[in-house]
């Protein structure tokens, strides 16, 4: 699955996923076209029969926007914006994860 993805966006694992957010390096794409700051807002779900899934509920721009974050979510990971090559790419991703 991942080697479909465009080269600047990943998945991310559980673990590196939550080492992000406590650091404060996650952004979501609001409406405005900014990118604010991401914080966990709750429990951490994980299913026994699907060991890699998970669910982190979160919220952006105080208690404005919220959403959550899974296995599946795109991240982007390059300081340029995501453009895609053509209209049957795969949309943008709304996560972007800043660099130190």
Do not use: H
């Amino acid at each position: 699955m991942t080697s479909l993805l465009p080269r600047n966006v990943k998945l991310l694992p559980l673990d590196e996923c939550l080492r992000l957010l406590e650091a404060g390096r996650i952004r979501w794409l609001a409406p405005n076209g900014n990118y604010w700051l991401v914080k966990q807002n709750g429990a951490i779900k994980q299913w026994a029969r699907r060991p890699l899934a998970y669910k982190i509920p979160v919220k952006m721009g105080s208690v404005r926007f919220w959403g959550a974050l899974t296995e599946t979510t795109w991240f982007d990971s390059d300081v340029d914006p995501y453009v895609p090559e053509s209209l049957s790419s795969p949309p943008r991703p709304s996560y972007r994860i800043l660099s130190n």
